[in-house]
Protein backbone atom coordinates (compact mmCIF):
# COMPACT_ATOMS: atom_id res chain seq x y z
CA UNK A 1 0.00 0.00 0.00
CA UNK A 2 1.48 3.59 -0.98
CA UNK A 3 0.76 6.65 0.64
CA UNK A 4 0.42 9.85 -0.94
CA UNK A 5 0.55 13.38 0.27
CA UNK A 6 -1.53 16.01 -0.79
CA UNK A 7 -0.06 19.50 -0.31
CA UNK A 8 -2.47 22.23 -0.02
CA UNK A 9 -1.79 25.63 -0.59
CA UNK A 10 -2.78 27.86 1.37
CA UNK A 11 -4.47 31.33 0.05
CA UNK A 12 -3.69 34.88 2.41
CA UNK A 13 -4.55 38.07 1.87
CA UNK A 14 -1.09 38.53 1.13
CA UNK A 15 -0.92 35.84 -1.56
CA UNK A 16 -4.15 37.09 -3.33
CA UNK A 17 -2.97 40.37 -3.14
CA UNK A 18 0.73 39.32 -4.80
CA UNK A 19 -1.23 37.51 -7.50
CA UNK A 20 -3.45 40.54 -8.54
CA UNK A 21 -0.63 43.19 -8.30
CA UNK A 22 1.60 40.76 -10.34
CA UNK A 23 -1.22 40.38 -13.01
CA UNK A 24 -1.52 44.01 -13.80
CA UNK A 25 0.22 46.32 -16.75
CA UNK A 26 3.27 47.29 -16.17
CA UNK A 27 2.14 51.05 -15.27
CA UNK A 28 0.46 49.92 -12.36
CA UNK A 29 2.73 47.48 -11.48
CA UNK A 30 4.73 49.88 -10.93
CA UNK A 31 3.07 52.12 -8.63
CA UNK A 32 1.95 49.19 -7.04
CA UNK A 33 5.03 47.69 -6.08
CA UNK A 34 6.28 51.38 -4.43
CA UNK A 35 2.66 51.45 -2.58
CA UNK A 36 3.46 47.72 -1.36
CA UNK A 37 6.76 49.08 0.00
CA UNK A 38 5.25 51.91 1.90
CA UNK A 39 6.84 53.99 -0.46
CA UNK A 40 5.29 57.73 -1.23
CA UNK A 41 3.61 58.01 -4.96
CA UNK A 42 5.28 61.31 -5.90
CA UNK A 43 4.79 63.25 -9.02
CA UNK A 44 7.56 61.56 -10.91
CA UNK A 45 6.40 58.61 -10.19
CA UNK A 46 2.70 59.44 -11.54
CA UNK A 47 4.82 60.80 -14.65
CA UNK A 48 7.16 57.62 -15.05
CA UNK A 49 4.00 55.69 -15.12
CA UNK A 50 2.36 57.20 -17.16
CA UNK A 51 5.08 57.13 -19.47
CA UNK A 52 4.51 53.44 -19.36
CA UNK A 53 1.02 53.63 -19.94
CA UNK A 54 1.64 55.35 -23.43
CA UNK A 55 3.94 53.27 -24.15
CA UNK A 56 1.99 50.37 -23.64
CA UNK A 57 -0.48 51.62 -25.98
CA UNK A 58 1.79 52.61 -28.85
CA UNK A 59 1.87 55.88 -28.29
CA UNK A 60 5.46 56.75 -27.59
CA UNK A 61 8.61 54.50 -28.51
CA UNK A 62 9.83 51.94 -25.88
CA UNK A 63 12.44 52.39 -23.50
CA UNK A 64 14.18 49.89 -21.12
CA UNK A 65 12.10 48.73 -17.92
CA UNK A 66 13.66 47.44 -14.83
CA UNK A 67 11.63 44.14 -14.29
CA UNK A 68 9.48 43.88 -11.43
CA UNK A 69 8.13 41.12 -9.32
CA UNK A 70 5.52 41.85 -6.64
CA UNK A 71 6.43 39.59 -2.99
CA UNK A 72 4.38 41.14 -0.62
CA UNK A 73 4.32 40.12 3.46
CA UNK A 74 2.08 42.56 5.37
CA UNK A 75 3.03 44.27 7.56
CA UNK A 76 1.45 42.76 10.38
CA UNK A 77 4.33 40.19 9.92
CA UNK A 78 7.14 42.33 9.97
CA UNK A 79 6.32 45.56 10.78
CA UNK A 80 4.91 45.48 14.33
CA UNK A 81 7.48 45.17 17.02
CA UNK A 82 6.11 44.00 20.45
CA UNK A 83 9.36 45.85 22.21
CA UNK A 84 9.39 49.38 20.57
CA UNK A 85 9.83 52.13 22.04
CA UNK A 86 9.93 56.09 21.61
CA UNK A 87 13.34 56.99 22.45
CA UNK A 88 13.59 61.01 21.49
CA UNK A 89 11.99 63.43 19.92
CA UNK A 90 14.38 66.23 17.89
CA UNK A 91 14.70 68.34 14.99
CA UNK A 92 10.94 70.18 15.29
CA UNK A 93 10.13 72.58 12.66
CA UNK A 94 6.91 74.76 12.25
CA UNK A 95 5.33 74.11 15.00
CA UNK A 96 4.41 77.17 17.18
CA UNK A 97 7.23 79.31 18.20
CA UNK A 98 9.41 76.37 19.27
CA UNK A 99 12.94 76.18 19.16
CA UNK A 100 14.38 74.37 16.57
CA UNK A 101 16.86 71.80 17.66
CA UNK A 102 15.78 70.93 21.23
CA UNK A 103 15.79 67.67 22.21
CA UNK A 104 13.25 65.67 24.31
CA UNK A 105 14.37 62.13 25.38
CA UNK A 106 11.92 59.40 26.59
CA UNK A 107 12.97 57.70 29.36
CA UNK A 108 11.60 53.74 29.12
CA UNK A 109 10.00 54.37 32.39
CA UNK A 110 8.48 57.50 33.07
CA UNK A 111 8.75 61.22 31.75
CA UNK A 112 7.71 64.69 32.93
CA UNK A 113 7.82 67.55 30.86
CA UNK A 114 6.88 70.82 32.83
CA UNK A 115 7.27 74.52 32.39
CA UNK A 116 6.14 78.21 32.76
CA UNK A 117 3.36 78.82 30.27
CA UNK A 118 3.97 80.11 26.70
CA UNK A 119 7.38 77.59 27.16
CA UNK A 120 6.19 75.04 24.36
CA UNK A 121 4.46 72.39 26.06
CA UNK A 122 1.46 72.37 24.27
CA UNK A 123 3.14 72.87 21.17
CA UNK A 124 5.58 69.24 21.72
CA UNK A 125 2.07 67.24 22.98
CA UNK A 126 0.24 68.33 19.40
CA UNK A 127 3.06 67.20 17.36
CA UNK A 128 2.72 64.26 19.15
CA UNK A 129 -0.96 63.43 18.82
CA UNK A 130 -0.42 64.55 14.90
CA UNK A 131 2.10 61.76 14.26
CA UNK A 132 0.27 59.10 17.20
CA UNK A 133 -3.47 57.65 17.31
CA UNK A 134 -5.49 60.29 19.54
CA UNK A 135 -9.29 60.84 19.54
CA UNK A 136 -8.97 64.92 19.77
CA UNK A 137 -6.96 65.47 16.72
CA UNK A 138 -5.45 69.53 17.22
CA UNK A 139 -4.44 71.74 14.14
CA UNK A 140 -0.73 73.00 14.45
CA UNK A 141 -0.83 76.45 14.55
CA UNK A 142 2.46 77.82 13.04
CA UNK A 143 4.66 80.72 14.69
CA UNK A 144 2.07 84.25 15.16
CA UNK A 145 5.62 86.14 16.09
CA UNK A 146 6.37 86.15 12.23
CA UNK A 147 4.74 87.37 8.98
CA UNK A 148 6.12 84.91 6.97
CA UNK A 149 8.82 82.50 6.18
CA UNK A 150 6.60 79.52 7.78
CA UNK A 151 7.87 75.95 8.18
CA UNK A 152 5.13 72.99 7.44
CA UNK A 153 5.56 70.95 10.45
CA UNK A 154 8.06 68.60 10.54
CA UNK A 155 10.23 66.43 13.12
CA UNK A 156 11.98 63.26 13.87
CA UNK A 157 11.27 60.60 16.47
CA UNK A 158 14.03 57.89 17.36
CA UNK A 159 12.96 54.02 17.86
CA UNK A 160 14.51 51.28 19.84
CA UNK A 161 13.75 47.84 19.18
CA UNK A 162 15.84 45.26 20.21
CA UNK A 163 19.07 46.81 20.60
CA UNK A 164 19.31 49.11 17.56
CA UNK A 165 17.55 52.55 17.84
CA UNK A 166 16.83 54.18 14.32
CA UNK A 167 14.86 57.49 13.25
CA UNK A 168 12.01 58.06 11.03
CA UNK A 169 11.14 61.53 9.92
CA UNK A 170 7.33 62.43 10.54
CA UNK A 171 5.47 63.17 7.83
CA UNK A 172 7.40 61.72 5.42
CA UNK A 173 7.54 57.85 6.99
CA UNK A 174 4.26 58.71 8.66
CA UNK A 175 2.79 55.59 6.57
CA UNK A 176 5.47 53.25 8.69
CA UNK A 177 3.88 51.24 11.30
CA UNK A 178 5.59 52.66 13.89
CA UNK A 179 3.52 55.86 13.86
CA UNK A 180 0.15 53.20 14.11
CA UNK A 181 1.85 51.55 17.47
CA UNK A 182 1.12 54.82 19.94
CA UNK A 183 -1.19 56.97 21.26
CA UNK A 184 -2.09 59.99 22.66
CA UNK A 185 -4.11 60.42 25.88
CA UNK A 186 -4.52 63.64 27.11
CA UNK A 187 -7.01 66.12 29.08
CA UNK A 188 -8.91 66.79 26.23
CA UNK A 189 -9.31 63.42 25.08
CA UNK A 190 -10.96 62.27 28.78
CA UNK A 191 -14.41 63.58 27.72
CA UNK A 192 -14.64 62.25 24.58
CA UNK A 193 -13.61 58.63 25.87
CA UNK A 194 -16.40 59.20 28.32
CA UNK A 195 -18.80 60.51 26.63
CA UNK A 196 -18.50 58.96 23.17
CA UNK A 197 -18.72 55.32 21.84
CA UNK A 198 -15.57 53.41 20.78
CA UNK A 199 -16.07 52.77 16.58
CA UNK A 200 -14.75 49.42 16.30
CA UNK A 201 -12.99 48.47 13.21
CA UNK A 202 -11.88 45.39 11.67
CA UNK A 203 -9.91 45.75 8.87
CA UNK A 204 -7.28 43.05 7.60
CA UNK A 205 -3.63 44.77 7.04
CA UNK A 206 -3.40 45.45 3.33
CA UNK A 207 -6.89 46.15 2.43
CA UNK A 208 -5.17 49.89 2.48
CA UNK A 209 -3.25 49.16 -0.29
CA UNK A 210 -6.98 48.49 -2.84
CA UNK A 211 -7.92 52.42 -1.63
CA UNK A 212 -4.28 53.94 -1.98
CA UNK A 213 -4.20 52.32 -5.53
CA UNK A 214 -7.63 53.96 -6.33
CA UNK A 215 -5.93 57.16 -5.49
CA UNK A 216 -3.06 56.90 -7.75
CA UNK A 217 -4.84 55.70 -10.50
CA UNK A 218 -7.52 58.82 -10.20
CA UNK A 219 -4.19 60.77 -10.50
CA UNK A 220 -3.00 58.86 -13.64
CA UNK A 221 -6.42 59.98 -15.33
CA UNK A 222 -5.82 63.21 -14.47
CA UNK A 223 -2.98 63.04 -16.49
CA UNK A 224 -4.22 61.59 -19.73
CA UNK A 225 -7.66 63.95 -19.36
CA UNK A 226 -4.77 66.88 -19.13
CA UNK A 227 -3.17 65.56 -21.71
CA UNK A 228 -6.43 64.91 -24.20
CA UNK A 229 -7.75 68.56 -23.52
CA UNK A 230 -4.19 69.66 -24.39
CA UNK A 231 -4.44 67.53 -27.63
CA UNK A 232 -8.27 68.59 -28.13
CA UNK A 233 -7.75 71.69 -30.50
CA UNK A 234 -9.69 72.44 -33.28
CA UNK A 235 -8.32 72.84 -36.47
CA UNK A 236 -9.60 74.01 -40.16
CA UNK A 237 -8.06 71.31 -42.54
CA UNK A 238 -10.11 72.48 -44.90
CA UNK A 239 -8.21 75.85 -45.08
CA UNK A 240 -4.98 74.25 -46.39
CA UNK A 241 -6.61 73.43 -49.87
CA UNK A 242 -6.83 75.66 -52.77
CA UNK A 243 -10.05 74.89 -54.59
CA UNK A 244 -12.57 72.31 -54.01
CA UNK A 245 -11.52 69.10 -54.05
CA UNK A 246 -13.19 65.80 -52.53
CA UNK A 247 -10.14 66.04 -50.06
CA UNK A 248 -11.17 69.01 -48.77
CA UNK A 249 -14.91 68.20 -48.85
CA UNK A 250 -13.86 65.26 -46.94
CA UNK A 251 -11.83 66.95 -44.34
CA UNK A 252 -14.30 69.83 -43.50
CA UNK A 253 -16.47 67.19 -42.01
CA UNK A 254 -14.19 65.64 -40.00
CA UNK A 255 -14.81 64.78 -36.52
CA UNK A 256 -14.39 62.86 -33.20
CA UNK A 257 -16.69 60.29 -34.61
CA UNK A 258 -15.32 59.95 -38.34
CA UNK A 259 -14.19 56.83 -39.03
CA UNK A 260 -10.46 56.43 -39.66
CA UNK A 261 -11.47 54.00 -42.76
CA UNK A 262 -13.07 56.33 -44.14
CA UNK A 263 -9.72 58.34 -44.12
CA UNK A 264 -8.03 55.62 -44.97
CA UNK A 265 -9.68 54.93 -48.53
CA UNK A 266 -8.11 57.96 -49.55
CA UNK A 267 -4.19 57.66 -48.61
CA UNK A 268 -2.73 55.81 -51.38
CA UNK A 269 -0.67 58.91 -53.07
CA UNK A 270 0.44 56.99 -56.25
CA UNK A 271 3.64 58.58 -58.55
CA UNK A 272 1.40 60.11 -60.77
CA UNK A 273 -0.34 62.00 -58.53
CA UNK A 274 3.13 63.15 -57.06
CA UNK A 275 4.16 64.11 -60.71
CA UNK A 276 0.43 65.81 -61.10
CA UNK A 277 1.40 68.02 -57.85
CA UNK A 278 4.67 69.00 -58.68
CA UNK A 279 3.11 70.25 -62.42
CA UNK A 280 0.81 71.99 -60.60
CA UNK A 281 3.09 73.56 -57.87
CA UNK A 282 5.02 74.97 -60.91
CA UNK A 283 2.30 76.33 -62.75
CA UNK A 284 1.32 77.91 -59.41
CA UNK A 285 5.11 79.47 -59.14
CA UNK A 286 4.68 80.76 -62.51
CA UNK A 287 1.04 82.12 -62.47
CA UNK A 288 2.34 84.30 -58.95
CA UNK A 289 5.40 85.04 -60.50
CA UNK A 290 2.98 87.24 -63.22
CA UNK A 291 1.55 88.61 -60.46
CA UNK A 292 -2.24 87.51 -61.97
CA UNK A 293 -3.49 86.79 -58.09
CA UNK A 294 -3.88 91.32 -58.68
CA UNK A 295 -4.73 91.26 -61.94
CA UNK A 296 -7.70 88.64 -61.11
CA UNK A 297 -9.15 90.51 -58.14
CA UNK A 298 -9.28 93.62 -60.28
CA UNK A 299 -11.13 92.44 -62.56
CA UNK A 300 -13.31 90.72 -60.04
CA UNK A 301 -13.79 93.95 -58.96
CA UNK A 302 -14.51 95.28 -62.35
CA UNK A 303 -17.03 92.16 -62.60
CA UNK A 304 -19.04 93.04 -59.00
CA UNK A 305 -19.16 97.08 -60.57
CA UNK A 306 -20.62 95.81 -64.01
CA UNK A 307 -23.05 93.41 -62.35
CA UNK A 308 -24.55 96.34 -60.42
CA UNK A 309 -24.59 98.56 -63.39
CA UNK A 310 -26.33 95.85 -65.22
CA UNK A 311 -29.36 95.50 -62.45
CA UNK A 312 -29.67 99.40 -61.91
CA UNK A 313 -30.43 99.14 -65.94
CA UNK A 314 -32.84 96.78 -65.46
CA UNK A 315 -34.55 98.76 -62.68
CA UNK A 316 -35.00 101.80 -64.72
CA UNK A 317 -35.96 99.72 -67.98
CA UNK A 318 -39.34 99.16 -65.81
CA UNK A 319 -40.18 102.97 -66.33
CA UNK A 320 -39.74 102.96 -70.49
CA UNK A 321 -42.30 100.08 -71.10
CA UNK A 322 -45.41 100.81 -73.65
CA UNK A 323 -48.05 100.76 -70.90
CA UNK A 324 -45.90 102.79 -68.33
CA UNK A 325 -45.36 105.68 -71.30
CA UNK A 326 -49.16 105.87 -72.21
CA UNK A 327 -50.17 106.43 -68.80
CA UNK A 328 -48.01 109.64 -68.36
CA UNK A 329 -49.74 110.87 -71.58
CA UNK A 330 -53.05 110.28 -70.33
CA UNK A 331 -51.96 111.89 -67.04
CA UNK A 332 -50.67 115.27 -68.99
CA UNK A 333 -53.85 115.50 -71.60
CA UNK A 334 -55.92 115.47 -68.59
CA UNK A 335 -53.56 117.92 -66.55
CA UNK A 336 -53.72 120.48 -69.65
CA UNK A 337 -58.00 119.72 -70.01
CA UNK A 338 -57.79 120.45 -66.29
CA UNK A 339 -55.37 124.33 -66.69
CA UNK A 340 -57.64 125.23 -69.37
CA UNK A 341 -61.02 124.83 -67.64
CA UNK A 342 -59.30 126.69 -64.19
CA UNK A 343 -57.93 129.64 -66.02
CA UNK A 344 -61.35 129.63 -67.92
CA UNK A 345 -63.76 129.71 -64.65
CA UNK A 346 -61.26 131.92 -62.95
CA UNK A 347 -59.85 129.25 -60.44
CA UNK A 348 -56.86 128.57 -58.72
Known sequence: ???????????????????????????????????????????????????????????????ARPELNIDYIGEQLTSYKMDLRLSKLHSVEGVN??????????SPNFTVIYGVNGSGKSGYVRMLKKAFFNRTDEPII???????????????????SGEAD?????????????????????????????????????????????????EVFRRVEEKINQDINAKNISMDYASF??????????????????????????????VTDKDRRKKLEEQKAQLQALKKDKE??????????????????????KFFTTDYLNKIRSAIDDYKVKDVTSKRDGMD
Open 1 to 63: MVETKTTVKTVTLESEINLFANALPYWAKSLSKKLLSSETISDDNIDTSYSYLLEDAGLRTKT
Open 97 to 106: ALVENQIIEF
Open 142 to 160: PNVHIDSGHKSPKAEFVFV
Open 166 to 214: YPLTFPDKSSNAEFHQFSVFDSKSIPVHLNNKNEFEFRPAGLNFFAELT
Open 241 to 270: FDGESEIKALLSKVTANTKIDELKKHLPFS
Open 296 to 317: IEELEEKKKLIESLCQHIENNN
